[in-house]
């Protein structure tokens, strides 16, 4: 089974200022890891994704995550947030079998001011 | 290429009643996967299907039930609706079975039981 904690519910940040959403996993099998995006009255859509290879993953709108096998962690960060950054970011994991079940973390809603 | 539709996007059902969703899948993809999305809960997975078959299958009351149809669209079931099945479900497609294969997801369809 896997877990996923995302430990901050909520992050302020001021436009052009750097983010970094943090979040950590567990699991007893290699897994794949995901950022999501979520604005208001829509579905999810894909930011970025770990699979294999380099640690660091750029995904799109100038997002990236560095995945950390040691510390389980797989941060989202970027060097510049923007207004329309504004939304709900969910963390998640599945495994590397032939299952597509994504468990996600609780979110981290991220708030843009100016 | 089309993406994810689910309908209705809203729905308004009372306590006991049952309550069918659909989801289209994007063109060639032949799995799909439901989630359920709750403030209190998060987003959890309901079941997984591919080719008319249910693949993986989360912690939820034998009430929710699914099915996929031979052209991979699919739709879920809810019977005898309680309160805390409000919620906003989400509906995700992919290629193929696997965790690596990217998933889509829908708009949603938001229900309310009163």
């Known amino acids: 089974a896997q877990s996923v904690t995302q430990l901050d519910s909520q992050v302020p940040v001021f436009e052009e200022a750097p983010v970094e959403l943090r979040c950590n996993y567990s699991?007893?099998?290699?897994?794949?890891l995901f950022w999501y995006v979520q604005y208001p009255n829509q579905g999810l859509q894909l930011l970025l994704k770990?699979?294999?290879?380099?640690?660091l993953v750029k995904g799109i709108n100038g997002f990236e995550a560095e995945f950390n096998k040691s510390q389980t962690s797989f941060h989202l960060r970027k060097p510049s947030v923007h207004i329309s950054d504004t939304a709900e970011y969910f963390c998640?994991?599945?495994?590397?079998?032939?299952?597509?079940?994504?468990?996600f973390g609780t979110g981290t809603r991220l708030q843009v001011t100016l | 290429k089309a993406g994810v539709t689910q309908t209705p996007r809203y729905l308004i059902k009372t306590r006991g009643q049952q309550v069918t969703l659909s989801c289209s899948p994007i063109?060639?993809?032949?799995?799909v996967s439901w989630y359920q999305q709750t403030p209190g809960q998060g987003l959890q997975f309901l079941f997984e299907?591919?080719?008319?078959?249910?693949?993986n299958k989360g912690n939820f009351p034998g009430r929710f039930s699914g099915r996929q149809f031979s052209n991979s669209r699919s739709e879920m079931n809810v019977s005898t609706l309680e309160l805390g099945d409000s919620a906003l479900y989400l509906c995700?497609?992919?290629?193929?079975?696997?965790?690596?294969?990217?998933?889509?997801f829908g708009p949603g369809t938001r229900l309310t039981v009163t």
């Open positions: 998640a994991v599945s495994s590397t079998g032939t299952a597509s079940k994504l468990t």
């Open positions: 995700a497609s992919s290629q193929d079975l696997g965790g690596g294969y990217e998933q889509y």
């Open positions: 770990y699979l294999s290879g380099s640690t």
């Open positions: 299907y591919f080719s008319e078959t249910q693949r």
């Open positions: 699991s007893s099998v290699s897994v794949y």
């Open positions: 063109s060639g993809h032949r799995s």
